[in-house]
């Protein structure tokens, strides 16, 4: 894995990317560029290919054209747990938790730590994953009292939390979540935007995908909007209004 | 991974007095298994005191009865409960554990004469064993790999181990000829049957792979959301491989105890105790569903169907309660689990 990039320096740029299946360009050379400590929102309307440019990125999809580069050197995934593996981690929207299991063998989930008992009998180490949960969930901003409940037992935001607290833990340095706050009540909705500000503040990169023009001008650094596959606009948000995104979005 | 964390809000403080009455449910709910076997032996001694005078609890002989009769069905549900708990059921378990009994008579018989006693049981009974993980490891692929839904796989299985134990049984009980085959199945230390002993270190070291491996770990997130597990880099086809073997050597081990204690191998010696073995992991807690369940609630609900079975026995009432009794417990377990589930559930879905 990686070192952490200064805060304001390139992390992943993406150059020319095209995608097509078959006969149906989903991206057509498509460039942007998120640096750490960057919150970059995607937009865009249906079909536009913002979930094609995510899964490009997280090695769901193989590129048809184009490159990606990480920290300045191009790389390339020939699956999503490569991705995961130098740094790149998505938050699906379904969550992909098991929900029966605690927070910490959430995160442990797949890498589990041992110990041995009584010397030689190797058994899960559920103090280090309580005490990983502790701290990661901390650094999130959660404080949670019961480490040893599954993790049904919370709410859709505290899940969310659960969520990007494993990919934090496992240092990730891009975090891509597609629609984070759509399955969302208002307050769970609020909690997740800052949790992509403590993500913002670590020096991290997110990438998120929103159709609400509210969230995105809470949090997100940049915005890029995206129209049938190709880039329609990029803009600073403390530089644009909602009128111009969206101008942008039906194109115009 | 150092910055620090900025002043925010408190995440919802107030939740957490729901989650403790949750956390109570789920407790009673888990342990209801053990209260059920409570509520029964009390049931049995207040009735035996009050109609012949006699103990039920406390008369070894009831004690060690029950647990003879619990082995089979207990070692069928250990197994039984990891794959439950994996979301999937092992129909095939019953005939395995026929097929590994026939196994391990023909094999002691035919090794008896040249290698002697001691050898002829060591060895037959391991291949017996061995010889319950192949249709273990059919019933793996074809859930694994196939994607065949593990229902519908296994009672193919069933029907297969059950035609191939009745072939090599050629249509009858096969008598072992093996005086220390004989003794290990019937003989005892301090009291305590080998075959008892036997299967208490077999459900301790099930014990043991559920709640403490990576295996067992993997097992529960599985069962709760495949999706998940594979996600995280779990190899879910490389797991359900190995699940499925270890059901069928579960019922392999009770196959050859089953031949140990009565000195001959039957095919249909499982028959009656597959559904005795679902039942188990049921009445101990485990959701059909998958996702839950533990080994210690599993060996409970194994001793409620023997407590019922042996204790209709006892105070002489006619057999056919025994199916009742076994039935309702089911059901009233099946709805505990659910009325759990829509209680714990119910954040889930919002
Ligand atoms: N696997 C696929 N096979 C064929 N076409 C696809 C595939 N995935 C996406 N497409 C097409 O590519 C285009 C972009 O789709 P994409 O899912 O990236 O859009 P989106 O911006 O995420 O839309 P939404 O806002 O609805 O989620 C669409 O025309 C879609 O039909
Ligand atoms: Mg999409």
Redesign the interface.
């Known amino acids: 894995m990686s070192e952490m990039t200064p805060i304001g320096q390139p992390l992943l740029e993406v150059r020319n990317l095209s995608k097509n299946f078959g006969p149906v360009q989903a991206l057509n050379d498509l460039t942007m560029m998120v640096r750490a400590g960057e919150v970059v929102a995607l937009a865009g309307d249906n079909g536009a290919g913002k979930t094609t440019l995510i899964k490009a990125i997280s090695g769901v999809y193989q590129p048809s054209s184009g490159e990606i580069l990480l920290q300045g050197k191009p790389v390339s995934f020939a699956s999503?747990?490569e991705a995961r593996d130098i740094g790149i981690e998505t938050i699906?929207q379904?969550?992909?938790?098991?929900?029966?299991?605690t927070i910490g063998?959430n995160i442990f989930?797949?890498?589990?730590p041992?110990r041995r008992?009584f010397g030689f009998?190797?058994?899960?180490d559920r103090a280090k994953m309580a005490e990983a949960a502790k701290s990661t969930m901390?650094?999130?901003?959660?404080?949670?009292?019961?480490l040893d409940?599954?993790v049904?037992?919370?709410?859709?935001?505290?899940r969310q939390a659960v969520a990007i607290g494993r990919a934090?833990?496992w240092?990730a340095q891009i975090l891509i979540m597609d629609e984070p706050t759509a399955a969302l009540?208002v307050p769970e909705q609020r909690?997740v935007i800052?949790l992509i500000?403590?993500l913002k503040?670590?020096?991290r990169g997110v990438i998120f995908i929103s159709h609400n023009l509210q969230d995105i001008f809470a949090v997100a650094d940049r915005i890029v909007v995206l129209r049938r596959g190709v880039q329609a606009g990029e803009r600073r948000i403390s530089e644009t209004t909602h009128d111009e995104v969206v101008k942008l979005m039906v194109g115009g | 991974m150092t910055s620090p964390p900025a002043a925010t809000s408190h995440v919802a403080p107030q939740a957490d007095h729901a989650d403790k009455a949750r956390t109570v449910l789920q407790r009673v709910a888990d342990l209801r298994a053990w209260l059920f076997l409570a509520f029964l032996i009390f049931g049995f001694e207040i009735w035996s005191r009050l109609s012949f005078g006699g103990t039920f609890l406390f008369n070894p002989f009831n004690i060690q009865s029950i647990a003879v009769f619990a082995v089979a069905p207990l070692l069928l549900a250990t197994g039984q409960t990891f794959v439950i708990i994996s979301g999937g059921i092992d129909l095939s378990m019953g005939f395995i554990m026929g097929l590994a009994a026939v196994v391990a008579a023909h094999v002691i018989n035919w090794l008896t004469p040249g290698l002697g006693f001691w050898p002829a049981v060591l060895l037959g009974s391991l291949v017996a064993v061995a010889v319950s993980a192949i249709p273990g490891f059919i019933n793996g692929l074809l859930v694994a790999l196939l994607k065949v839904p593990p229902f519908i796989g296994t009672l193919g299985m069933f029907g297969v181990a059950r035609g191939v134990a009745f072939l090599l049984a050629g249509g009858t009980t096969v008598p072992v000829k093996n005086e220390v085959f004989a003794a290990l199945g019937n003989g005892k230390i301090y009291g305590v049957p080998y075959i008892i002993l036997v299967t208490a270190v077999f459900v301790l070291v099930m014990h043991y792979l559920l709640g403490q491996t990576r295996f067992g770990q993997h097992n529960y997130a599985i069962g709760a959301n495949a999706q998940a597990a594979r996600r995280a880099g779990i190899n879910i086809k490389w797991h359900l491989l190995r699940l499925y073997i270890l059901s069928g050597m579960c019922a392999g081990l009770a196959g050859v105890l089953y031949a140990a204690r009565f000195s001959a191998g039957a095919a249909q010696a499982g028959e009656p105790l597959l559904l005795d073995s679902v039942a188990a992991v049921v009445i101990g807690g485990a959701s059909l569903f998958g996702g839950s369940g533990t080994i210690l609630g599993t060996v409970a609900g194994a001793f409620v169907i023997a407590v019922i079975q042996y204790g209709l026995v006892f105070i002489n009432v006619a057999p056919f309660w025994q199916f009742i009794s076994v039935g309702v417990v089911i059901i009233i377990s099946v709805l505990i689990d659910q009325a759990q589930r829509r209680f714990s559930g119910g954040r889930q879905s919002e």
């Open positions: 999503p747990q699906y379904d969550l992909a938790l098991a929900d029966n299991l063998a989930l797949g890498r589990e041992m008992a009998l190797p058994v899960l901390a650094l999130l901003d959660f404080h949670v009292s019961r409940a599954p049904s037992n919370f709410s859709g935001g505290q934090v833990y240092n009540g909690k800052q500000h403590q503040a670590q020096g």
